[in-house]
C-alpha cells in the first residue's frame, strides 16, 4: 500500500513541442526530439495500475498533438482500464471546427475524459485566441469536459484571457498557475514580473504534489509532477530498469522522499548556512518548488540530505539510550 496515496499519473513522454513560449519550465520547442517508447508507456500505466490507488492518467509534454497516433494509442488502452483519461493541449491543432473534430472524435470516441488548454498571454504569442476558442467549442460540441490553465504575472492576467476568448470564456473551469523562474522562464522572464510565492507556497509538506507521480520520454520515474520536480537528483529511477512497485516503494520508504513528503525542501534548508543556501539561490520566502530545483540541481540538496538524515539518526540513538534500548 502506498501511503502517499498516488492518484494520478503524467505521462509526458516528450518535450517536443511545436512552439517554444518564453516561461515554459520544460524548455520545450519543435528542435526538442525523442518519444518514451509507446509500449512500454503502456506497460507502466498496467504496472501502476497494479500496485497503486491511480485514477487518472494525464498525458502532457510538449505538446501532445505533434503525435496524434500515440494519444489515442493511451486512450484507447486507458479506455479498457479502471481509469480516466487526460490530456493537456495549446490548441495549435484547432486550426477549424473540421481540424478539432478530426482530432478530438477519435479521442472522444476512445473515452477521453477531459481536456485543459493551456493559455495565456505567453501561449498567445503563438497561438491565438481564435484557435483556443475552436478547441473549447468543438470539446463542448463533442461533450468532452473542457478547462484551461492560464500561468500568470504581472503581465498575463487571468482577466485577459478570459475577455479573448468572449463567448467560450463563460463557465470554463480555470486554473491560474504564477508564472516561475525554472526552465526557459529563468532566462526570459523579468523577475520584476513575477508573482511573489504566497505564503501557502512556502514551507509546504509536498504530501499532497506527491499524489501524482511522472515519467518522463527516457523512461525516468519522478516523485510529482510539480515544477521544480524534473530534477535528476530527485528522480526515483528509471523504468523498465526498474519496476512501478519499487519506485513507489524507494518513494514511501526511502528518506529523502519521506522527508521531502513529510516536511518539504523547508526542513533540508534548515540543515544550510545562509551563505550555501544564497549560493545555489534558495531563499525562504521563494515558491518551495524553486527552492527544491536549486538545492537539488546545484548538489546542495543531497548534502542536505545526508546532514538531515545524520541529524534523524542521532536523534533516534540518543531515545534509545534514554529509554534503555541502547
Ligand atoms: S509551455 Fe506548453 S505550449 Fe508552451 S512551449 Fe512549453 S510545452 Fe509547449
Ligand atoms: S518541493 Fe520538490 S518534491 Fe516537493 S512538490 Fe515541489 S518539486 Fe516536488
Not at 77 to 105: G, M, W, Y
Not at 144 to 166: F, G, K, N, Q, Y
Not at 188 to 200: G, M, Q
Not at 276 to 281: C, I, K, M, S, T
Request: include cysteine.
Amino acid at each position: 500500500m502506498d501511503r502517499f496515496g498516488v492518484r494520478n499519473l503524467a505521462l509526458i513522454p516528450s518535450w517536443e513541442c511545436d512552439i517554444a513560449c518564453h516561461h515554459c519550465v520544460f524548455n520545450s520547442s519543435p528542435r526538442t526530439k525523442g518519444r518514451l517508447d509507446l509500449v512500454q508507456a503502456l506497460q507502466f500505466i498496467d504496472e501502476l495500475i497494479g500496485c497503486s490507488s491511480i485514477e487518472i492518467v494525464t498525458i502532457s509534454g510538449g505538446e501532445v498533438f505533434v503525435d496524434h497516433d500515440y494519444v489515442l494509442a493511451v486512450a484507447q488502452h486507458c479506455a479498457k482500464r479502471p481509469v480516466n483519461f487526460r490530456i493537456v493541449t495549446n490548441a495549435s491543432f484547432a486550426v477549424s471546427d473540421e481540424a478539432a473534430t478530426a482530432q478530438l472524435l477519435p479521442l472522444c470516441d476512445a473515452g477521453l475524459h477531459s481536456i485543459c488548454v493551456s493559455w495565456d498571454r505567453f501561449h498567445e504569442t503563438f497561438i491565438s485566441a481564435e484557435r483556443v476558442k475552436t478547441a473549447i467549442r468543438t470539446c463542448r460540441r463533442l461533450g468532452i469536459t473542457v478547462e484551461m490553465t492560464c500561468v500568470v504575472s504581472r503581465e498575463s492576467r487571468i482577466e485577459d484571457a478570459l475577455a479573448a476568448l468572449e463567448e467560450e470564456g463563460y463557465e470554463l473551469r480555470v486554473v491560474q498557475v504564477k508564472a516561475l523562474p525554472i526552465g526557459r522562464g529563468a532566462k526570459k522572464l523579468k523577475p520584476e514580473s513575477l508573482f511573489p510565492a504566497s505564503y501557502w507556497e512556502r514551507g509546504r509538506a509536498c504530501r499532497s504534489d506527491f499524489d501524482t507521480i511522472a515519467i518522463v520520454r527516457d523512461g525516468t520515474v519522478y516523485p510529482c509532477c510539480a515544477v521544480g520536480g524534473f530534477t535528476d537528483a530527485i528522480a526515483l529511477g528509471r523504468y523498465p530498469n526498474e519496476s512501478a512497485a519499487g519506485l513507489l516503494a524507494r518513494r514511501r520508504d526511502s528518506f529523502k522522499w519521506s522527508m521531502l513528503a513529510a516536511r518539504g525542501p523547508t526542513q533540508l534548508m534548515s540543515c544550510a548556512s545562509a551563505e550555501e543556501l544564497a549560493a545555489v539561490g534558495a531563499d525562504p520566502a521563494s515558491h518551495d518548488c524553486v527552492n527544491c530545483h536549486r538545492l537539488f540541481s546545484s548538489g546542495l540538496g543531497a548534502t542536505l540530505v545526508d546532514r538531515a538524515k545524520s541529524e534523524v539518526d542521532e536523534t533516534a540513538m540518543r531515545l534509545m539510550k534514554l529509554s534503555g534500548v541502547a
